[in-house]
């Protein structure tokens, strides 16, 4: 009988994956971070940062 993502024990340590996520994260201010999953184990992490730039009608507050 094979197992589900729900009855695996969790691990006691922070897996060095997670680390990464985290790091990720707090450097994004824009962006998404995609992880991906081979045979129920995280294998590679991806982020991609976007940078955004206001137009004269946002910096005004009024419609161009």
Known sequence: MSQNSHDR???EATPDWLEVVRRNVGSLRY???QITVHDGRVTQ???VER???TTG???SGRPA
Request: glycine residues 6%.
């Open 9 to 11: 024990p969790q691990a």
């Open 51 to 53: 940078t955004r730039f």
């Open 57 to 59: 009608r946002e910096e």
């Open 45 to 47: 992490i991806e982020s």
């Open 31 to 33: 962006g998404s971070i």
